[in-house]
Nanobody, 123 residues
Framework: QVQLVESGGGLVQPGGSLRLSCAAS????????IGWFRQAPGKEREGVSC????????IYANSVKGRFTFSSDNAKNTVYLQMNSLKPEDTAVYYC????????????????WGQGTQVTVSS
């Protein structure tokens, strides 16, 4: 049974940092795409950063390039999203999800989702 459990969200001031974690079980990271997505109130869900199991390089949304870093620890079947220089517009519920290796960062291609973790950037 596929499970994804996010953690690490919270309230942070603009310019601050957070690291999100996603512990995966029921599948092996090496063979699937896994990504971070976010959804703010009244907005469509968007891909933040994603990686295919066969690739070494993550792809990033333009809005987070240079500030967010995707990493994975395949031995622990866990992925991370390091978020630096946070802005109020980064406020959203952040989800990790997994899908077929060709899914890229298109949220509708992803089959399994975690419960989400709230990130709020505010002074």
């Amino acid at each position: 049974q596929v499970q994804l459990v996010e953690s690490g969200g919270g309230l942070v001031q603009p310019g601050g940092s957070l690291r999100l974690s996603c512990a995966a079980s029921g599948f092996t990271l090496d063979y699937y795409a896994i990504g971070w997505f976010r959804q703010a109130p009244g907005k469509e869900r968007e891909g933040v950063s994603c990686i295919s199991g066969s690739d070494d390089s993550a792809i990033y949304a333009n809005s987070v390039k240079g500030r967010f870093t995707f990493s994975s620890d395949n031995a622990k079947n866990t992925v991370y999203l390091q978020m630096n220089s946070l802005k109020p517009e980064d406020t959203a519920v952040y989800y990790c999800a997994t899908g077929p290796s060709y899914a890229g960062c298109s949220w509708y291609q992803y089959d399994y989702w975690g419960q989400g973790t709230q990130v709020t950037v505010s002074s």
